[in-house]
């Protein structure tokens, strides 16, 4: 392949993936709806400990895991309050009012439990801290 044509797949990929939670959410516009998915994988991402994100990070589409792994210090204490995640959430959307952190937090994770493969997805449910485990789908 080439270098544009690897480029174009996963920005196709990466645009299926915000596609898929402007669905979710109800939301018409993209951009809106990509701050809210990079805001949400961070927040994750911040709550997992150092393996399970970047087992998560492997589940991916290239363009995305890079802005997942985007100001990531793995070696930073875990996040394990419901409140800071969804505190994060919020920062990440800039203080949008409209936006309602919970319900990104379960269209996400909802988006995660639809393309992630099984192991992957049981291993992150299971090490995301208790607070926020009922933000995962059933």
Same mark, same amino acid.
């Given at each position: 392949?080439?270098?544009?044509?690897d480029?174009?797949?996963? #920005?196709?990929?990466?645009?299926?993936?915000? +596609?898929?939670?402007?669905?979710?959410l109800?939301?018409? +516009?993209?951009?809106?709806?990509?701050?809210?998915?990079?805001?949400?994988?961070?927040?994750l =991402?911040?709550? #997992?400990?150092? +393996?399970?994100? !970047?087992? !998560?990070?492997?589940?991916?589409?290239? #363009?995305? @895991?890079?802005?997942?792994?985007?100001?990531?210090? %793995?070696?930073?204490?875990?996040?394990?309050? @419901? &409140?800071?995640?969804?505190?994060?959430? $919020?920062?990440? $959307?800039?203080? +949008?009012?409209? $936006?309602?952190? /919970?319900? !990104? *937090? =379960?269209? $996400?994770?909802?988006? #995660?439990?639809? =393309?992630?493969?099984? %192991?992957?997805? &049981?291993?992150?449910?299971?090490?995301? %801290? *208790?607070?926020?485990?009922?933000?995962? %789908? /059933?």
């Amino acid at each position: 392949m080439t270098p544009n044509l690897d480029f174009a797949i996963a #920005l196709q990929a990466t645009e299926a993936w915000v +596609d898929d939670l402007a669905k979710r959410l109800a939301w018409h +516009d993209r951009s809106r709806a990509w701050r809210a998915l990079i805001a949400t994988l961070h927040a994750l =991402r911040d709550c #997992l400990g150092r +393996d399970e994100a !970047v087992h !998560v990070g492997t589940e991916l589409p290239a #363009l995305l @895991r890079g802005f997942y792994y985007e100001g990531w210090h %793995p070696h930073t204490p875990r996040m394990t309050r @419901r &409140e800071l995640f969804l505190e994060r959430i $919020v920062d990440g $959307v800039h203080h +949008d009012v409209t $936006v309602d952190a /919970e319900q !990104v *937090a =379960r269209a $996400v994770t909802a988006l #995660l439990a639809a =393309r992630m493969s099984a %192991p992957e997805l &049981e291993g992150a449910r299971a090490a995301t %801290p *208790a607070a926020i485990h009922n933000l995962w %789908p /059933e």
